[in-house]
């Protein structure tokens, strides 16, 4: 089965930084477009940056300029580099991924566990 792992989050100090990581393990062929969303307690899940598989890359209005999204293919693994971290930053973090496991199978969309990240002081 396929799985999607989070790793890095943690506290940190409010201008600090923070790099997240997903890796993904299994039975995969293929992993197209990769995502990272966060969601707070009571709040709807947001979509904070994705990545296509050709390295295309789209951020939330809120974290443009300060988040980095990037993969390394051969890794299997999508980062998520936080800068100038700020309170509101604080949520639950996820991956997302959309997975082809072999040629007869469809595309298929997948969720890790999610990783906690708070900002405060």
């Known amino acids: 089965q396929v799985q999607l792992v989070e790793s890095g989050g943690g506290l940190v100090q409010p201008g600090g930084s923070l790099r997240l990581s997903c890796a993904a393990s299994?039975?995969?062929?293929?992993?197209?477009?990769m995502r990272w969303y966060r969601q707070v307690s009571g709040k709807e899940r947001e979509l904070v940056a994705s990545?296509?598989?050709?390295?295309?890359?789209n951020y939330a209005d809120s974290v443009k300029g300060r988040f980095t999204i990037s993969r390394d293919n051969a890794k299997k693994t999508v980062y998520l580099q936080m800068n100038s971290l700020k309170p509101e930053d604080t949520a639950v973090y996820y991956c997302?991924?959309?997975?082809?496991?072999?040629?007869?199978?469809?595309?298929?969309?997948?969720w890790g566990q999610g990783t906690q990240v708070t900002v405060s002081s």
């Open positions: 997302n991924a959309d997975i082809k496991r072999t040629m007869l199978t469809q595309w298929t969309n997948y």
């Open positions: 990545i296509t598989g050709g390295g295309n890359t």
């Open positions: 299994g039975s995969i062929l293929s992993i197209n477009a």
